[in-house]
Nanobody
Framework: QVQLVESGGGLVQPGGSLTLSCAAS????????ASWYRQAPGKEREVVAV????????NYVDSVKGRFTISRDDAKNTIYLQMNSLKPEDTAVYSC??????WGPGTQVTVSS
């Protein structure tokens, strides 16, 4: 069964950048779409970005359009989330999914001065 592990979170100042990674083991990412989600304290989890199985199509929640980029490297069985121009409201636990019910444990992103 596939397992997902996120990395790359941390504390960053407003306007800064982070790149999150989601590595799959025990299975393959390549034949399925994948997503990044986030959940802020006291809020429901929301989908942030989705990438198609071939990587040819991406979709983003309106609040991150133009700032975040989702990508995948199937040779490394990994998806990424490049986050630029970060805002305090981006603070959340970010997790990835293979869109088949498997989730990673998440990584904390905190945007604060």
């Amino acid at each position: 069964q596939v397992q997902l592990v996120e990395s790359g979170g941390g504390l960053v100042q407003p306007g800064g950048s982070l790149t999150l990674s989601c590595a799959a083991s025990g299975g393959t990412f390549s034949t399925y779409a994948a997503s990044w989600y986030r959940q802020a304290p006291g809020k429901e989890r929301e989908v942030v970005a989705v990438i198609s199985s071939a990587g040819s199509s991406t979709n983003y929640v309106d609040s991150v359009k133009g700032r975040f980029t989702i990508s995948r490297d199937d040779a490394k069985n990994t998806i990424y989330l490049q986050m630029n121009s970060l805002k305090p409201e981006d603070t959340a636990v970010y997790s990835c999914s293979d869109n088949r019910g498997t989730w990673g444990p998440g990584t904390q992103v905190t945007v604060s001065s």
